[in-house]
């Protein structure tokens, strides 16, 4: 049983002279006040806050995509350390925790797309989404196909055939790539049952990948990295939301950060929208503040 709970949004506080006084642009968040010396055993105004505790329908009603989109939105879901590595040994999986992977599943289930780089999909072994009985009622709830699409984007078409990305699906993956790939792997992959989407004469082209998606009607756009995916959205200002795990460790070495490639002329501004924490991680959810 993973236990979740909810720091921000936090029900109406009752409203007291302290927090009419509470200039409006800074929010609490929360503090010890909220849950009382008791529930630490502290009383040192220390520690945070319990919050209450989320259940599955908060936790899709927090999690959903807004209603209705009119154009592809784009939810990425990382995990990192405190000290920002987004891999531990090469991969991300010693970073995760009941919850973050709970919010990983929840991503998937509520999107109509998964979307993730060549590196991802090699390095942390992609096949299909499962099309679990739970995850399909869940969908058919939403009003969504038993399971999302996964759509992976490589430059060099460098995902072999045989992968399980290709062979082990209920549903055809799509392969976003440049014209530049070359043909015979683009053959290759359409003949074992991928979608070959051509973008981009030498590069992919995000912006014109986001079209043919929208085109296909996969709106809802759960962006799983990696890093070098995620920084050419960036670049291009095509992230909507960052879901964000912030796992309780100090990972060190030479890992990468969530984000890698081109300068933005500017970052972008994001609004904190929830924050939930389990077990020491911090779920943290941003959208991007157009
Ligand atoms: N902690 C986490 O949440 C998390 C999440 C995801 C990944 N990771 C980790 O990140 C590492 C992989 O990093 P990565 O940066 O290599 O991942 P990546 O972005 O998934 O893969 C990079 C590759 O994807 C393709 N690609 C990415 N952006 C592209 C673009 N704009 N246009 C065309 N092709 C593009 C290229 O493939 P081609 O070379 O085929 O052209 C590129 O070499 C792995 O160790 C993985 O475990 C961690």
Same mark, same amino acid.
């Given at each position: 049983?993973?236990?979740?709970?909810?720091?921000?949004?936090?029900?109406?506080?009752?409203?007291?002279?302290?927090?009419?006084?509470?200039?409006?642009?800074?929010?609490?968040?929360?503090?010890?006040?909220?849950?009382?010396?008791?529930?630490?055993?502290?009383?040192?105004?220390?520690?945070?806050?319990?919050?209450?505790?989320?259940?599955?329908?908060?936790?899709?009603?927090?999690?959903?995509?807004?209603?209705?989109?009119?154009?592809?939105?784009?939810?990425?879901?990382?995990?990192?350390?405190?000290?920002?590595?987004?891999?531990?040994?090469?991969?991300?999986?010693?970073?995760?925790?009941?919850?973050?992977?709970?919010?990983?599943?929840?991503?998937?289930?509520?999107?109509?797309?998964?979307?993730?780089?060549?590196?991802?999909?090699?390095?942390?072994?992609?096949?299909?989404?499962?099309?679990?009985?739970?995850?399909?009622?869940?969908?058919?709830?939403?009003?969504?196909?038993?399971?999302?699409?996964?759509?992976?984007?490589?430059?060099?078409?460098?995902?072999?055939?045989? $992968?399980? &990305?290709?062979?082990?699906?209920?549903?055809?993956?799509?392969?976003?790539?440049?014209?530049?790939?070359?043909?015979?792997?683009?053959?290759? &992959?359409?003949?074992?049952?991928?979608?070959?989407?051509?973008?981009?004469?030498?590069?992919?082209?995000?912006?014109?990948?986001? $079209?043919?998606? +929208?085109?296909?009607?996969?709106?809802?756009?759960?962006?799983?990295?990696?890093?070098?995916?995620?920084?050419?959205?960036?670049?291009?200002?095509?992230?909507?939301?960052?879901?964000?795990?912030?796992?309780?460790?100090?990972?060190?070495?030479?890992?990468?950060?969530?984000?890698?490639?081109?300068?933005?002329?500017?970052?972008?501004?994001?609004?904190?929208?929830?924050?939930?924490?389990? +077990?020491?991680? &911090?779920?943290?959810?941003?959208?991007? +503040?157009?």
């Amino acid at each position: 049983m993973v236990n979740v709970h909810r720091l921000w949004p936090l029900p109406p506080e009752p409203s007291s002279d302290e927090s009419e006084n509470t200039p409006k642009e800074v929010t609490r968040i929360g503090s010890a006040d909220d849950v009382g010396d008791q529930a630490h055993g502290h009383g040192t105004g220390l520690t945070g806050p319990t919050g209450p505790a989320v259940d599955d329908a908060e936790l899709e009603r927090l999690y959903a995509y807004p209603e209705p989109l009119e154009r592809p939105w784009v939810q990425a879901h990382f995990v990192a350390s405190a000290d920002g590595a987004v891999t531990v040994h090469g991969r991300s999986a010693g970073l995760s925790s009941p919850a973050d992977k709970k919010v990983f599943r929840l991503g998937r289930d509520l999107a109509d797309v998964v979307l993730v780089g060549a590196g991802t999909a090699l390095v942390e072994g992609y096949r299909g989404v499962k099309a679990t009985e739970v995850r399909a009622t869940r969908r058919a709830r939403l009003g969504l196909s038993p399971v999302p699409r996964i759509a992976v984007v490589t430059d060099r078409c460098s995902i072999p055939p045989d $992968s399980p &990305l290709i062979t082990d699906t209920s549903v055809p993956p799509l392969v976003i790539t440049p014209a530049a790939a070359p043909a015979d792997l683009r053959d290759a &992959l359409t003949e074992a049952g991928a979608e070959v989407v051509v973008v981009g004469e030498h590069r992919v082209d995000l912006r014109a990948a986001m $079209s043919e998606l +929208d085109r296909r009607g996969l709106r809802r756009v759960c962006c799983e990295g990696g890093p070098t995916l995620f920084g050419g959205l960036i670049a291009q200002d095509l992230v909507d939301e960052l879901c964000l795990t912030v796992s309780p460790l100090l990972a060190g070495g030479d890992a990468a950060r969530v984000a890698f490639g081109p300068l933005p002329h500017d970052p972008f501004r994001l609004r904190l929208v929830s924050v939930l924490h389990s +077990d020491s991680s &911090l779920m943290l959810r941003y959208q991007r +503040d157009r």
